[in-house]
């Protein structure tokens, strides 16, 4: 089956830092690959939609140049929390979409982010 | 404009049980719909779905869910709970085929199995 990976799986970093996450679809081509958020019990919060070769499309109330977005191929797309403040640690998860007869969303295992 | 609603945010069965947890959605084109599985600090793994073939529709563990448009549900069901089925489970709903559309997510809910 389809398989999506995100790297790291947890980090730790001090405020005011970068941190990269990375997402991955190892089995298949992602026309579009989304970013999620998850607070402790509660629903998936879409971030944002991202698109090979075109910019990435936020949903409301998200900080564009606070979340980097970059969708450099159709098996990777990167999530950039720049200057990381203690309000962003949460549960990021990505999923990557295949639209056709599957059309269903793969989600990767997620990635904890903690910031000190 | 899709919507999904989860009835019970937390629901408890014994073990060996009828699992049932329930899904309403709201489309106002023929909708696909999906159940995800979370598991503790883990992403989300797609259990069912249903994308307008038969409505009764087979999933991984013993799961199923009926698409009932007169209804406009999807219940998620399993003849006899397993400890290993507590977990948080999402319905969720897209536009269908080719839209390239975000997914409408529930609210989630809990699952505990007693011993």
């Known amino acids: 089956g389809a398989v999506v990976s995100q790297h790291p799986s947890r980090v730790i970093c001090k405020s005011g830092t970068s941190v990269k996450i990375e997402c991955r679809s190892l089995?298949?081509?992602?026309?579009?690959m989304f970013w999620y958020r998850q607070f402790p019990k509660q629903s998936l919060m879409l971030m944002a939609t991202?698109?090979?070769?075109?910019?990435?499309?936020?949903e409301q109330g998200v900080e564009k140049d606070k979340f980097l977005i970059n969708h450099a191929s159709l098996t990777l797309s990167t999530l950039t929390v720049t200057s990381a403040h203690p309000e962003d640690s949460s549960f990021y998860i990505c999923?990557?979409?295949?639209?056709?007869?599957?059309?269903?969303?793969?989600f990767g295992p997620g990635t904890r982010l903690l910031v000190l | 404009a899709q919507s999904v609603t989860q009835l019970g945010s937390h629901v408890s069965v014994s073990e060996g049980a009828l699992v049932l947890l329930r899904c309403n959605y709201s489309s106002s084109v023929p909708p696909y719909l999906f159940w995800y599985v979370q598991y503790p600090n883990q992403g989300l793994q797609l259990l069912l779905k249903?994308?307008?073939?038969?409505?009764l529709v087979k999933g991984i563990n013993g799961f199923e869910a009926e698409f009932k448009k007169s209804e406009t549900s999807f219940h998620l069901t399993k003849p006899s709970a397993h400890m290993s089925d507590a977990a948080e489970y999402f319905c969720a709903v897209s536009e269908g085929p080719n839209t390239g559309n975000q997914f409408y997510f529930g609210t989630g809910t809990s699952l505990t199995v007693i011993p």
């Open positions: 999923s990557a979409y295949t639209a056709g007869e599957d059309e269903t969303q793969y």
């Open positions: 991202s698109n090979e070769g075109s910019k990435a499309t936020y």
């Open positions: 089995d298949f081509q992602a026309t579009t």
């Open positions: 249903y994308t307008s073939a038969a409505t």
